[in-house]
Nanobody
Framework: QVQLGESGGGLVQAGGSLRLSCTAS????????MGWYRQAPGNQRELVAT???????NYVESVKGRFTISRDAAKNSMYLQMNSLKPEDTAVYYC????????????WGQGTQVTISS
């Protein structure tokens, strides 16, 4: 069984920063792609950023230059440094990982609320 645990959400003013963390636990052989998605009320879940096990990153246009995704393979962990936050960044942020545990599976965290006040 594989689980993803997130932390780091909260309430900050516009222009502030937050750092999200995600750690995968369980019977993990390897993790390929990890990523962050977000879902605002009334909206569909959208990709924020992804990072491969080779360190290749991808960002949605709206966060480029403000957010930085990184990972620590030894800790099965991933991070999202969010700077210059805007009210439109308000959403529940979900951690995602494609994990090989004898077979490939896609796993999601429970979500962490990020609220940016204007």
């Amino acid at each position: 069984q594989v689980q993803l645990g997130e932390s780091g959400g909260g309430l900050v003013q516009a222009g502030g920063s937050l750092r999200l963390s995600c750690t995968a636990s369980g019977s993990i052989f390897s993790i390929t792609t990890m990523g962050w998605y977000r879902q605002a009320p009334g909206n569909q879940r959208e990709l924020v950023a992804t990072i491969t096990n080779g360190g290749i990153t991808n960002y949605v246009e709206s966060v480029k230059g403000r957010f930085t995704i990184s990972r620590d393979a030894a800790k099965n962990s991933m991070y999202l440094q969010m700077n210059s936050l805007k009210p439109e960044d308000t959403a529940v942020y979900y951690c995602y990982a494609r994990v090989y545990a004898g077979y490939y599976g896609d796993y999601w965290g429970q979500g962490t609320q990020v609220t940016i006040s204007s």
